[in-house]
């Protein structure tokens, strides 16, 4: 089957999933000439993924032992590439299902080991720091199960840029204050995780 026949398998709620392709087509508008060069360059959306991986994978070893200052700007290379390849993807027809996955499966990957970074580092819980884990991880697979399904969640809550944000105010300004966002963020996961069972068990 062509992967355009396909249902469209993503991590996004149903209202996401239109504001997303809105945002790639504006986004495609104005870095038309970037992706342009990109193209030109041979560059390809699994390599800015890929780019965006290591990006946020070099982050974990620079906030331990390095520079705190170069390890975030890191954290924001990788959010900034993780923004290009879906636009370059749609600009060189390339947008797949396959793709998608790859690029969920990577920033899953770079919050993964960016909250163990923090427990590790002392600036985050073991406790909330682990759960926040936990609960997000089942949610990004129950929106790609439900997705796959034709129920998609109506709306959901992906909170890795809220703490992406937050990092620099935990360590420079607000020390011990991640932990009470931590285990806000991971209530609202809690809630759509018990949602996104009961939807796909009904529909088995």
């Known amino acids: 089957m062509p992967d355009r026949a396909k249902p469209k398998v993503t991590c996004y709620s149903a209202d996401e999933g239109g504001f997303m392709q809105r945002s790639q087509e504006l986004r495609g508008r104005c870095l038309s000439p970037l992706l342009s060069v990109l193209t030109a360059l041979r560059i390809t959306p699994n390599h800015l993924t890929l780019l965006s991986l290591i990006a946020g994978l070099a982050f974990c070893p620079l906030f331990l032992w390095s520079s705190k200052v170069i390890a975030f700007l890191l954290l924001l290379a990788h959010v ?5 390849d879906g636009p370059l993807a749609r600009y060189t027809h390339r947008a797949s299902n396959q793709g998608s996955f790859t690029d969920t499966s990577a920033d899953q990957v770079v919050v993964t080991f960016s909250t ?6 002392g600036y985050a819980g073991a406790w909330p720091g682990g759960l926040y884990l936990f609960f997000y991880s089942l949610v990004v697979i129950f929106a790609m199960v439900r997705n796959a ?5 109506s709306w959901l809550v992906r909170p ?3 703490v992406y944000l937050w990092m ?3 360590v420079y300004l607000w020390r011990g204050s991640l932990d009470g966002l931590l285990w806000m963020l991971t209530a609202l996961l ?3 995780t018990l949602t996104g069972f009961i939807q796909i068990r009904r529909k088995m």
Do not use: M
């Open 149 to 153: 399904l034709a129920i998609p969640y």
């Open 168 to 170: 620099p105010v935990e």
């Open 190 to 192: 809690v809630l759509k």
């Open 116 to 121: 163990v970074t923090l427990i590790h580092a």
């Open 80 to 84: 900034l590439l993780d923004g290009l």
């Open 160 to 162: 890795r840029f809220i």
